[in-house]
């Protein structure tokens, strides 16, 4: 587990006056504001958010130390972390995407099928991104009770019961 969790990213501009388009991730995406000062992933950069209006996509936000539509565009695809602790806790069957990546998946059988690379979200639910020896390319298991029965963070491991042909 890491002490921070990506929880938003930066889009872009909005307007001329500093504000930036804010991407939140969070089930709450207003909540963003309140675990701050926020990060960058390098963790050289710092700020505290100030969420203005929605905007399609997120909201307008001012960031501490951000003047101007150039100091904006210049954060453009910046992800912004928080710490873990400021987080909520989470009940047992809720898992931080950060948690998931990294982890080894097994079969039902114990045989190893690949490690967690991403997780992915197109609108119709979680996916696990699966890379590992012996597969072409990844593979995007539904993160399901029934395709994960089993996910041991302490451990390391995740167990995985994929649809038929899914992992051939």
Known sequence: MTDRVCVGAIA???GVRGEVRLKSFCAEPEAIETYGPLTSEDGKSTWEVQLGKPVKGGF???LTGVRGKDAADALKGVRLYAPRDRL???PDDEFYHADLIGLSVYDTGGG???RVKAVLNHGA???LEIAGKGLKQPVLL??????????DIAAGR???DPPEGLFE
């Not at 539904?142 to 996910?151: G, L, R, S």
């Open 12 to 14: 872009g501009a909005f």
């Open 60 to 62: 307008a936000a001012r």
């Open 88 to 90: 909520p806790s989470l």
């Open 112 to 114: 190893e099928l690949g």
């Open 125 to 127: 639910g979680d996916l």
């Open 142 to 151: 539904p993160f399901t009770q029934i395709a994960v029965p089993t996910i």
């Open 158 to 160: 995740i167990v995985a």
